[in-house]
């Protein structure tokens, strides 16, 4: 019998977004969400626990409107130094699949039960991916990660 992971945690800049901030000169306005990336997560939301992580607290109101208000998702704030260390005391790193695409994110792709990447993500990120997706960060990656799993899993 195959294995099911318990959780899938994302990322949300760089991969929910485009990873673009948009400055104004009162600060950091705007970021770029996908339109096709809800589908999938409403795909899986009854099948596994979903997660999104954060360390942009500057614009953490902007991911919540979106993440938590829009989908109905709660976000975990977490530095990307120490990202990897918590994740792997709260969870597990065999427990749960991740979606990264930055520096700091390649150590846990790597570890977790089943890492995934954009396709624009960091070279390490991509490297240390399970599987990379055909689509870029912002523009239905996390839709064509969750077709995979739902293939891989459900």
Known sequence: MRKIPDTFILDIDGVMTTG???????????????AHDSDGLKMLKDK????FITSDKRGL????????????????VLDEKNRYDY???RFGLK??????????DAKILKECFFG??????????????NYVTPSKSG???????????????F
Not at 95 to 104: L, R, S, T, V
């Open 20 to 34: 673009q901030f948009l400055y104004s000169k009162k600060g950091k306005e705007y970021k770029i969400f996908g």
């Open 48 to 51: 596994i626990k979903i997660l």
């Open 61 to 76: 109101e902007i991911s919540y409107q979106r993440i938590t208000k829009d989908l109905g998702f709660k976000i975990l």
């Open 87 to 89: 994740l792997k005391k």
């Open 95 to 104: 427990n749960f699949i991740y979606m990264g695409d930055g520096f700091y």
């Open 116 to 129: 995934i990447s954009p396709k624009n993500a960091r070279i390490e990120a991509r490297k240390n991916s």
């Open 139 to 153: 523009e239905g990656a996390v839709l064509d990660a969750c077709i995979k799993i739902e293939k891989k899993f």
